[in-house]
Protein backbone atom coordinates (compact mmCIF):
# COMPACT_ATOMS: atom_id res chain seq x y z
CA UNK A 1 0.00 0.00 0.00
CA UNK A 2 1.24 3.36 -1.04
CA UNK A 3 1.53 5.62 1.65
CA UNK A 4 0.34 9.69 1.07
CA UNK A 5 2.90 11.94 1.33
CA UNK A 6 2.83 14.55 4.25
CA UNK A 7 2.36 16.88 1.37
CA UNK A 8 -0.96 15.90 0.37
CA UNK A 9 -3.72 18.44 0.51
CA UNK A 10 -7.10 17.54 1.38
CA UNK A 11 -9.37 19.49 -0.69
CA UNK A 12 -13.23 20.17 0.68
CA UNK A 13 -15.30 21.41 -2.62
CA UNK A 14 -18.66 23.30 -1.41
CA UNK A 15 -19.63 21.33 1.68
CA UNK A 16 -21.97 24.32 2.72
CA UNK A 17 -25.14 24.87 3.91
CA UNK A 18 -27.13 25.60 0.67
CA UNK A 19 -27.57 22.13 -0.11
CA UNK A 20 -29.70 21.37 2.45
CA UNK A 21 -32.34 23.73 1.37
CA UNK A 22 -35.22 22.02 -0.11
CA UNK A 23 -34.85 23.77 -3.67
CA UNK A 24 -32.50 21.15 -4.36
CA UNK A 25 -33.37 17.60 -5.90
CA UNK A 26 -32.90 14.80 -3.75
CA UNK A 27 -29.06 13.93 -2.43
CA UNK A 28 -28.52 10.17 -1.67
CA UNK A 29 -25.21 10.05 -0.02
CA UNK A 30 -26.38 9.88 4.05
CA UNK A 31 -22.20 9.50 5.24
CA UNK A 32 -21.27 12.54 2.97
CA UNK A 33 -21.35 14.61 6.29
CA UNK A 34 -19.78 11.98 8.52
CA UNK A 35 -16.79 10.79 5.59
CA UNK A 36 -16.05 14.21 4.57
CA UNK A 37 -15.35 14.78 8.84
CA UNK A 38 -13.11 11.94 9.34
CA UNK A 39 -11.14 12.84 6.61
CA UNK A 40 -10.96 16.19 7.98
CA UNK A 41 -10.39 14.77 11.31
CA UNK A 42 -7.35 12.62 10.09
CA UNK A 43 -5.80 15.34 7.58
CA UNK A 44 -5.65 17.50 11.01
CA UNK A 45 -4.17 14.61 13.45
CA UNK A 46 -1.39 13.95 11.22
CA UNK A 47 -0.96 18.13 10.41
CA UNK A 48 -1.65 18.00 7.17
CA UNK A 49 -2.52 20.77 5.08
CA UNK A 50 -5.96 21.69 4.13
CA UNK A 51 -8.17 23.72 2.18
CA UNK A 52 -12.08 24.78 1.70
CA UNK A 53 -13.63 25.50 -1.37
CA UNK A 54 -16.84 27.85 -1.10
CA UNK A 55 -19.00 28.98 -4.41
CA UNK A 56 -19.45 32.34 -4.39
CA UNK A 57 -22.80 32.68 -6.64
CA UNK A 58 -23.52 35.95 -8.55
CA UNK A 59 -26.84 34.91 -8.97
CA UNK A 60 -29.47 37.26 -7.20
CA UNK A 61 -31.44 34.44 -6.15
CA UNK A 62 -28.85 31.23 -5.35
CA UNK A 63 -28.65 30.07 -2.11
CA UNK A 64 -24.89 30.55 -2.46
CA UNK A 65 -24.43 33.94 -2.69
CA UNK A 66 -22.25 35.50 -0.14
CA UNK A 67 -24.14 36.71 2.42
CA UNK A 68 -27.25 34.10 2.30
CA UNK A 69 -27.44 31.58 5.38
CA UNK A 70 -26.40 28.94 2.44
CA UNK A 71 -23.26 30.13 1.78
CA UNK A 72 -21.76 29.19 5.36
CA UNK A 73 -20.09 25.96 5.58
CA UNK A 74 -21.86 22.72 7.12
CA UNK A 75 -22.01 22.25 10.86
CA UNK A 76 -18.16 20.82 11.37
CA UNK A 77 -16.66 21.80 7.96
CA UNK A 78 -15.82 25.33 9.09
CA UNK A 79 -11.81 26.00 8.35
CA UNK A 80 -9.56 26.02 11.64
CA UNK A 81 -6.76 28.02 11.95
CA UNK A 82 -4.11 27.62 9.59
CA UNK A 83 -6.28 26.21 6.82
CA UNK A 84 -6.82 27.92 3.76
CA UNK A 85 -10.00 28.70 1.87
CA UNK A 86 -10.87 29.20 -1.76
CA UNK A 87 -13.96 31.03 -3.52
CA UNK A 88 -14.72 30.33 -7.03
CA UNK A 89 -17.71 31.44 -9.24
CA UNK A 90 -17.46 28.35 -12.15
CA UNK A 91 -17.83 24.81 -11.13
CA UNK A 92 -13.35 24.01 -11.06
CA UNK A 93 -11.79 25.38 -8.04
CA UNK A 94 -8.86 25.81 -10.71
CA UNK A 95 -11.00 28.58 -12.80
CA UNK A 96 -10.33 31.84 -12.24
CA UNK A 97 -8.72 31.25 -8.49
CA UNK A 98 -5.25 31.45 -7.53
CA UNK A 99 -5.06 27.47 -5.73
CA UNK A 100 -2.69 26.38 -8.67
CA UNK A 101 -0.28 28.56 -7.37
CA UNK A 102 -0.95 28.32 -3.71
CA UNK A 103 -0.69 25.21 -3.99
CA UNK A 104 2.95 24.98 -5.77
CA UNK A 105 3.73 27.43 -3.23
CA UNK A 106 3.54 25.11 -0.23
CA UNK A 107 4.91 22.51 -2.14
CA UNK A 108 2.25 20.23 -2.31
CA UNK A 109 2.85 16.99 -4.29
CA UNK A 110 -0.89 15.46 -4.66
CA UNK A 111 -4.44 15.77 -3.38
CA UNK A 112 -7.50 14.20 -1.63
CA UNK A 113 -10.40 15.50 -3.02
CA UNK A 114 -14.29 15.36 -1.61
CA UNK A 115 -17.12 17.34 -1.38
CA UNK A 116 -20.86 18.36 -3.27
CA UNK A 117 -21.21 17.40 -5.57
CA UNK A 118 -19.73 14.79 -7.46
CA UNK A 119 -20.37 15.48 -10.93
CA UNK A 120 -20.63 19.08 -11.13
CA UNK A 121 -17.65 20.84 -8.95
CA UNK A 122 -15.90 18.18 -7.61
CA UNK A 123 -15.58 16.31 -11.08
CA UNK A 124 -15.44 19.56 -12.67
CA UNK A 125 -12.00 20.83 -9.89
CA UNK A 126 -10.38 17.09 -10.53
CA UNK A 127 -10.66 17.44 -14.34
CA UNK A 128 -8.65 20.79 -14.45
CA UNK A 129 -6.59 19.62 -12.11
CA UNK A 130 -5.33 16.41 -13.77
CA UNK A 131 -4.86 18.52 -16.68
CA UNK A 132 -2.82 20.80 -14.84
CA UNK A 133 -0.61 17.86 -13.67
CA UNK A 134 -1.58 17.27 -10.77
CA UNK A 135 -1.95 13.85 -8.89
CA UNK A 136 -4.99 13.34 -7.11
CA UNK A 137 -7.59 11.13 -4.91
CA UNK A 138 -11.15 11.29 -5.02
CA UNK A 139 -12.69 9.68 -1.36
CA UNK A 140 -16.11 8.58 -3.60
CA UNK A 141 -17.32 7.89 -0.45
CA UNK A 142 -17.34 11.23 1.10
CA UNK A 143 -19.23 13.20 -1.97
CA UNK A 144 -22.65 13.12 -2.61
CA UNK A 145 -25.15 14.52 -5.68
CA UNK A 146 -28.60 15.34 -6.81
CA UNK A 147 -30.87 13.73 -8.75
CA UNK A 148 -31.18 14.85 -12.94
CA UNK A 149 -33.88 15.33 -15.15
CA UNK A 150 -32.13 13.48 -18.12
CA UNK A 151 -34.20 15.62 -20.48
CA UNK A 152 -36.76 13.55 -21.67
CA UNK A 153 -39.50 14.02 -18.97
CA UNK A 154 -37.54 11.34 -16.75
CA UNK A 155 -35.60 11.65 -14.05
CA UNK A 156 -31.69 9.61 -13.69
CA UNK A 157 -31.42 8.79 -9.68
CA UNK A 158 -28.59 10.58 -8.29
CA UNK A 159 -26.62 7.14 -7.26
CA UNK A 160 -26.28 6.56 -11.28
CA UNK A 161 -24.91 9.61 -11.27
CA UNK A 162 -22.18 9.54 -8.50
CA UNK A 163 -21.70 5.93 -9.89
CA UNK A 164 -20.99 6.94 -13.79
CA UNK A 165 -18.53 10.34 -12.57
CA UNK A 166 -16.62 8.23 -10.05
CA UNK A 167 -16.03 5.73 -12.78
CA UNK A 168 -15.14 8.30 -15.34
CA UNK A 169 -12.81 10.30 -13.36
CA UNK A 170 -11.16 7.00 -11.92
CA UNK A 171 -10.00 5.66 -15.19
CA UNK A 172 -8.80 9.45 -16.37
CA UNK A 173 -8.32 11.78 -14.07
CA UNK A 174 -8.00 10.61 -10.43
CA UNK A 175 -7.35 7.80 -8.52
CA UNK A 176 -10.94 6.83 -6.90
CA UNK A 177 -10.73 5.37 -3.25
CA UNK A 178 -13.27 4.91 0.03
CA UNK A 179 -13.03 7.13 2.92
CA UNK A 180 -11.34 3.90 5.09
CA UNK A 181 -8.83 3.20 2.29
CA UNK A 182 -7.31 6.90 1.99
CA UNK A 183 -7.07 7.37 6.02
CA UNK A 184 -4.97 3.86 6.38
CA UNK A 185 -2.81 5.54 3.54
CA UNK A 186 -1.34 8.60 6.17
Given amino acids: MRLFPQATL ?39 PIFHVHHDSAEPASTLRPGQPGHRFREGF ?3 DGEGTVGKIVNSAFIGTDLDIRLRRLGIEELVVFGISTDMCVSTTIR ?3 NMGWKITLAADAC ?6 DGQGGTIPAEQIHAAHVATLGFEFCE ?5 GIIARL
Fill in 10 to 48: LLAVDMQRAFDEPRWPRRWNRNVDHNGLRLLDAWRRTAR
Fill in 78 to 80: EPQ
Fill in 128 to 130: TGA
Fill in 144 to 149: DCFDLP
Fill in 176 to 180: AATTD
